[in-house]
Nanobody, 121 residues
Framework: QVQLVESGGGLVQAGGSLRLSCAAS????????MGWYRQAPGKQRELVAA???????NYADSVRGRFTISRDNAKNTVYLQMNSLKPEDTAVYYC???????????????WGQGTQVTVSS
């Protein structure tokens, strides 16, 4: 079994910062990539940032320059440092990981439970 546990969400004023963490645990052979998605009320889930095991990153245009994704491979943990937060960043943020559980198995996507980020004006 694989579990993703998120932390770090909360309420912050515009211009403030938050740091999200997501730790993967369970039966894990390797993790190809980890990332963060978000979903605001009435909107589709969208990719915020992703990072591969080798450190290659990808950001949504709306957060590039403000958010930084990083990864601790030894701890199977991904972080999202969010600076200069705006009200439009308000959403539920979900951790995602592409994981190979065993040496012979296929990779699958796993999701965290989501953490609420609210940015006030």
């Amino acid at each position: 079994q694989v579990q993703l546990v998120e932390s770090g969400g909360g309420l912050v004023q515009a211009g403030g910062s938050l740091r999200l963490s997501c730790a993967a645990s369970g039966t894990i052979r390797s993790i190809n990539a980890m990332g963060w998605y978000r979903q605001a009320p009435g909107k589709q889930r969208e990719l915020v940032a992703a990072i591969t095991s080798g450190g290659s990153t990808n950001y949504a245009d709306s957060v590039r320059g403000r958010f930084t994704i990083s990864r601790d491979n030894a701890k199977n943990t991904v972080y999202l440092q969010m600076n200069s937060l705006k009200p439009e960043d308000t959403a539920v943020y979900y951790c995602n990981a592409n994981i190979r559980p065993t040496s012979w198995g296929h990779t699958d996507n796993y999701w965290g439970q989501g953490t609420q980020v609210t940015v006030s004006s």
